[in-house]
């Protein structure tokens, strides 16, 4: 794409990327990366050891996923403009809770809604909205919408964790709630010509395998899900693992948190570039020839992590998991819709972001276990490498399989 064709791209489909970039980016405050932040205040003030707290979230994050897969398809019913406004207000008061609540049995509860509307609900618009609204050019979409999580992860650690020297942590989650606030009426204004699921239906369908679209229950029985399901749930599980607990590597590695902190914008930068090169990728050659081999990255990076005990090399490390990571917020969206079609894409992606959101659950609460019985992050994070590298056999299978079908 010329630089002209760029800009005329950009021009044309501005309120549809950005509304998709605001979606993204107010995510954030329900995203592990964001909620890590303060684990040691939270553990220090409801009394939890890294393993109860990791239960605790757990919990909240795979009732979460739950009622994902019934939320999840409500995208195919109702317009981003009226489900979004929805889902942001549902996001600010779980923020507000997290501000007020002072109640060990709540805590689950403020969990699961701030994964529900954050991690859950308002990624899964912004990437349903992308792989429907954008056919040709559904991977340019997807990366320039995904520009939302990488300034989440590159700026409000690094600015929160700053800001708690000076502030409450409590209302840090006050603010979070504000800013979350001030994003409805921009989405609304960003989308009052949106058209309606079904109004896109005839322009911009396109079909999967077999020529014809999927219907969420013959892609639960076609074998493809569930070779992609490790590969989805991988990278939520230990990246999820990863931030939940960087308190505690930053600990044990012997460094200070505001150093570990500092390596995201860097671990950001590089997820942004490999998410816009993947997603001038795949719009070349499609996810059948991508999707076997970009989890390998990431294999290598939690092994340099295991491995370092310098602040340089987890840097190194960053850049490796960082490659994975922005490859991930293109290809799974795209993968499902060029394998199974658009016309049922939010049922599809609401069981796929059900088993990403599981992953969150399953990430942190596995790892905080393991850390209470003496098993360390280092000895983890092998294991973890090892994982991924299975994963890629895994869809290589079959993926290579399905795509005779396509």
Same mark, same amino acid.
């Given at each position: 794409?010329?630089?002209?064709?760029?800009?005329?791209?950009?021009?044309?489909?501005?309120?549809?990327?950005?509304?998709?970039?605001?979606?993204?980016?107010?995510?954030?405050?329900? $995203?592990?990366?964001?909620?890590?932040?303060?684990?040691?205040?939270?553990?220090?003030?409801?009394?939890?050891?890294?393993?109860?707290?990791?239960?605790?979230?757990?919990?909240?994050?795979?009732?979460?996923?739950?009622?994902?897969?019934?939320?999840?398809?409500?995208?195919?019913?109702?317009?981003?403009?009226?489900?979004?406004?929805?889902?942001?207000?549902?996001?600010?008061?779980?923020?507000?809770?997290?501000?007020?609540?002072?109640?060990?049995?709540?805590?689950?509860?403020?969990?699961?809604?701030?994964?529900?509307?954050?991690?859950?609900?308002?990624?899964?618009?912004?990437?349903?909205?992308?792989?429907?609204?954008?056919?040709?050019?559904?991977?340019?979409?997807?990366?320039?919408?995904?520009?939302?999580?990488?300034?989440?992860?590159?700026?409000?650690?690094?600015?929160?964790?700053?800001?708690?020297?000076?502030?409450?942590?409590?209302?840090?989650?006050?603010?979070?709630?504000?800013?979350?606030?001030?994003?409805?009426?921009?989405?609304?204004?960003?989308?009052?010509?949106?058209?309606?699921?079904?109004?896109?239906?005839?322009?911009?369908?396109?079909?999967?395998?077999?020529?014809?679209?999927?219907?969420?229950?013959?892609?639960?029985?076609?074998?493809?899900?569930?070779?992609?399901?490790?590969?989805?749930?991988?990278?939520?599980?230990?990246?999820?693992?990863?931030?939940?607990?960087?308190?505690?590597?930053?600990?044990?590695?012997?460094?200070?948190?505001?150093?570990?902190?500092?390596?995201?914008?860097?671990?950001?930068?590089?997820?942004?570039?490999?998410?816009?090169?993947?997603?001038?990728?795949?719009?070349?050659?499609?996810?059948?020839?991508?999707?076997?081999?970009? $989890?390998?990255?990431?294999?290598?990076?939690?092994?340099?992590?295991?491995?370092?005990?310098?602040?340089?090399?987890?840097?190194?490390?960053?850049?490796?998991?960082?490659?994975?990571?922005?490859?991930?917020?293109?290809?799974?969206?795209?993968?499902?819709?060029?394998?199974?079609?658009?016309?049922?894409?939010?049922?599809?992606?609401?069981?796929?972001?059900?088993?990403?959101?599981?992953?969150?659950?399953?990430?942190?609460?596995?790892?905080?276990?393991?850390?209470?019985?003496?098993?360390?992050?280092?000895?983890?994070?092998?294991?973890?490498?090892?994982?991924?590298?299975?994963?890629?056999?895994?869809?290589?299978?079959?993926?290579?399989?399905?795509?005779?079908?396509?």
């Amino acid at each position: 794409m010329t630089q002209f064709s760029l800009r005329r791209y950009l021009t044309e489909n501005a309120n549809w990327l950005s509304a998709g970039i605001l979606l993204t980016f107010l995510s954030s405050f329900g $995203q592990t990366f964001f909620i890590s932040v303060f684990a040691g205040e939270i553990r220090a003030d409801y009394g939890l050891s890294h393993g109860s707290w990791g239960a605790i979230y757990s919990a909240g994050t795979t009732l979460s996923a739950v009622v994902m897969i019934w939320a999840g398809g409500l995208t195919d019913i109702f317009r981003v403009r009226v489900l979004g406004p929805v889902v942001l207000a549902g996001l600010v008061l779980a923020t507000l809770a997290m501000a007020l609540n002072n109640w060990l049995l709540l805590l689950p509860l403020v969990v699961f809604f701030l994964r529900l509307f954050g991690q859950g609900m308002s990624t899964h618009l912004a990437q349903v909205a992308m792989a429907r609204w954008f056919t040709a050019t559904r991977g340019k979409a997807l990366s320039i919408a995904s520009i939302g999580f990488a300034l989440g992860e590159a700026l409000l650690p690094l600015i929160f964790v700053a800001a708690m020297g000076v502030v409450e942590w409590r209302w840090l989650w006050a603010v979070a709630a504000g800013v979350t606030a001030l994003g409805i009426p921009f989405l609304i204004t960003l989308l009052r010509h949106e058209r309606t699921p079904q109004s896109l239906a005839a322009e911009y369908s396109a079909t999967g395998m077999q020529n014809r679209h999927w219907t969420r229950r013959e892609a639960l029985m076609h074998p493809l899900f569930w070779f992609m399901v490790p590969a989805v749930l991988g990278p939520s599980a230990f990246i999820t693992a990863f931030f939940f607990h960087q308190v505690h590597l930053a600990e044990v590695k012997g460094w200070l948190h505001i150093q570990l902190v500092a390596l995201f914008p860097v671990y950001t930068g590089v997820s942004l570039l490999s998410m816009f090169a993947a997603g001038w990728a795949l719009d070349k050659w499609g996810t059948a020839r991508l999707m076997s081999f970009y $989890q390998l990255p990431i294999a290598l990076g939690f092994v340099i992590l295991s491995m370092t005990t310098s602040v340089g090399g987890a840097l190194v490390g960053l850049v490796f998991l960082g490659l994975t990571v922005g490859a991930n917020s293109t290809l799974p969206s795209a993968f499902w819709a060029e394998f199974y079609g658009t016309q049922h894409i939010g049922a599809i992606k609401a069981l796929a972001t059900a088993v990403m959101v599981l992953g969150s659950a399953i990430g942190p609460g596995l790892t905080g276990v393991l850390i209470d019985t003496g098993v360390s992050l280092d000895t983890q994070f092998l294991w973890i490498g090892g994982f991924f590298v299975g994963v890629c056999m895994l869809v290589w299978i079959g993926v290579t399989r399905a795509a005779r079908s396509l």
